[in-house]
């Protein structure tokens, strides 16, 4: 059997999880298995969403301990399915939990374990994994030779693809034991907007916006296009008060949205490794030579404070962010 992870946000599926659901009906659909999806914690609502994306079996790891995320106790979750289903393959998306839960869980299965992958592939009835490796310059393929395999997808890569399956509903039982470490509370900040991993379009801006309030502009525009804004780790470090949580690169999210602007970004390579894998690239910049024009596939020499307002005052005439 290929069991994926499956999160669960406010009773229903998160996209990244129905992509990895989806890659794994691809796998099971190319090695003849069955595919079981498993969800964790106070509540199973949502989890019947899993069939859309070809589920043969929907199992629900269901307790009020489970109501906050706890690394030890889904880890033990995640582990303790994939015993009982007799498991060879465990997938999940490489989202903030699962590249925490994941390779717990591995350690727990004695299984090989590939993080962040962007390609999977089955050869000889074992997983092969694609990855990026030395920040994204080049793409390895990862063998495995532990009887269980465990990978994470990384969001926006794999399509979510839907495709009905038996989705047969199952409870399993929820690990018990002291664990070390439970979550007591979870601070968000508000907002309510798209986490950048998840989100289809993201401007974001360098150390050429001078200030934290010049953001502004890039606010309107991505409020505009229908998406969200993001930082390079120069303008997040800058102190002009923007949160790390918006921070793209190495040291920040690794984000493949199908649209990335960026404004002021001169595009080190730490700040590739975090967007190069975006479906289209577009770069404002005053510097002919800038890095970022390599991999953008439009470039835009010029002032970003004249540039950015036109394009924001295209896309509103277009109404491109109320149909998207």
Same mark, same amino acid.
């Given at each position: 059997?290929?069991?994926?992870?499956?999160?669960?946000?406010?009773?229903?599926?998160?996209?990244?999880?129905?992509?990895?659901?989806?890659?794994?009906?691809?796998?099971?659909?190319? =090695?003849?298995?069955?595919?079981?999806?498993?969800?964790?914690?106070?509540?199973?609502?949502?989890?019947?969403?899993?069939?859309?994306?070809?589920?043969? =079996?929907?199992?629900?790891?269901?307790?009020?301990?489970?109501?906050?995320?706890?690394?030890?106790?889904?880890?033990?979750?995640?582990?303790?399915?994939?015993?009982?289903?007799?498991?060879?393959?465990?997938?999940?998306?490489?989202?903030?939990?699962?590249?925490?839960?994941?390779?717990?869980?591995?350690?727990?299965?004695?299984?090989?374990?590939?993080?962040?992958?962007?390609?999977?592939?089955?050869?000889?009835?074992?997983?092969?994994?694609?990855?990026?490796?030395?920040?994204?310059?080049?793409?390895?393929?990862?063998?495995?030779?532990?009887?269980?395999?465990?990978?994470?997808?990384?969001?926006?890569?794999?399509?979510?693809?839907?495709?009905?399956?038996?989705?047969?509903?199952?409870?399993?039982?929820?690990?018990?034991?002291?664990?070390?470490?439970?979550?007591?509370?979870?601070?968000?900040?508000?907002?309510?907007?798209?986490?950048?991993?998840?989100?289809?379009?993201?401007?974001?801006?360098?150390?050429?916006?001078?200030?934290?309030?010049?953001?502004?502009?890039?606010?309107?525009?991505?409020?505009?296009?229908?998406?969200?804004?993001?930082?390079?780790?120069?303008?997040?470090?800058?102190?002009?008060?923007?949160?790390?949580?918006?921070?793209?690169?190495?040291?920040?999210?690794?984000? =493949?949205?199908?649209?990335?602007?960026?404004?002021?970004?001169?595009?080190?390579?730490?700040?590739?490794?975090?967007?190069? =894998?975006?479906?289209?690239?577009?770069?404002?910049?005053?510097?002919?030579?800038?890095?970022?024009?390599?991999?953008?596939?439009?470039?835009?020499?010029?002032?970003?404070?004249?540039?950015?307002?036109?394009?924001?005052?295209?896309?509103?005439?277009?109404?491109?962010?109320?149909?998207?």
């Amino acid at each position: 059997m290929i069991l994926v992870f499956c999160e669960l946000k406010d009773g229903k599926l998160r996209k990244p999880s129905a992509e990895a659901l989806s890659e794994g009906r691809r796998l099971a659909d190319a =090695s003849g298995q069955q595919l079981g999806a498993l969800t964790v914690g106070a509540s199973a609502d949502g989890a019947a969403d899993a069939a859309k994306y070809g589920a043969d =079996s929907i199992l629900t790891c269901v307790a009020p301990s489970l109501a906050s995320y706890s690394s030890d106790a889904f880890a033990a979750a995640i582990a303790s399915a994939a015993k009982a289903k007799g498991a060879t393959i465990v997938l999940g998306a490489a989202t903030a939990m699962g590249k925490d839960a994941l390779p717990r869980a591995a350690a727990r299965l004695d299984a090989g374990y590939a993080g962040d992958v962007t390609g999977l592939s089955m050869e000889g009835g074992k997983l092969q994994a694609q990855r990026p490796v030395y920040a994204g310059k080049a793409f390895a393929t990862t063998g495995f030779t532990s009887a269980v395999q465990v990978a994470t997808t990384r969001p926006n890569v794999f399509a979510a693809t839907e495709k009905t399956g038996p989705g047969a509903m199952e409870s399993v039982e929820a690990p018990a034991g002291d664990f070390k470490a439970i979550v007591k509370e979870i601070l968000a900040k508000g907002g309510g907007k798209v986490d950048l991993t998840e989100a289809n379009v993201i401007v974001a801006g360098g150390r050429g916006l001078k200030s934290g309030e010049n953001f502004k502009i890039l606010e309107e525009l991505a409020d505009a296009l229908g998406g969200v804004v993001g930082a390079s780790r120069a303008a997040v470090d800058a102190g002009w008060g923007l949160s790390h949580g918006i921070q793209v690169g190495q040291t920040g999210k690794v984000v =493949s949205p199908t649209l990335y602007i960026a404004a002021g970004i001169s595009g080190a390579i730490q700040h590739l490794a975090g967007m190069s =894998s975006s479906k289209y690239i577009v770069a404002i910049n005053k510097d002919p030579d800038a890095p970022i024009f390599k991999i953008a596939d439009y470039g835009i020499v010029g002032d970003l404070f004249e540039v950015v307002p036109e394009l924001t005052k295209a896309a509103k005439a277009m109404g491109i962010g109320a149909h998207h």
